[in-house]
């Protein structure tokens, strides 16, 4: 997959993820958080391996949310809690579980859009 399709993907969903922040509070703007807080995670996965398939991706992301989640049941060093979060939150791990699968989908429709190269 081209690079710069993943990384504007990444870009946008980093400016959805604060705009919602930004113009919502409570559980809407918190869960909506989450979910988004994956597909960077997606992002990433795909970065470094432009070849993984969508599923895959998906899996992956997913898991890693969800490790740092259950990361946080122990002691988060102070520098990485903006970035990691503090506290455990068990309806977190469906979000992830939502903004991984909304990640799987979209790579996919992506990659059925596309021509297949001949030759």
Known sequence: MPRLPVAL????TIAAG???RLLWDGPVSKYAGDA???VPIYTLVVLARPSVRPWAAALVSAGLSWAIE???LGEIPAV???VLGSTFNPPDLLWYAVGAA???AAHTLW???????SG
């Open 111 to 117: 990659l059925r859009q596309r021509p297949v190269a």
């Open 102 to 104: 909304a990640a799987w």
């Open 80 to 82: 990485l809690r903006p």
């Open 18 to 20: 604060l705009g919602v």
């Open 70 to 72: 259950f990361a946080q």
């Open 9 to 12: 993907a990444a870009a946008l």
């Open 36 to 38: 988004l807080y994956t």
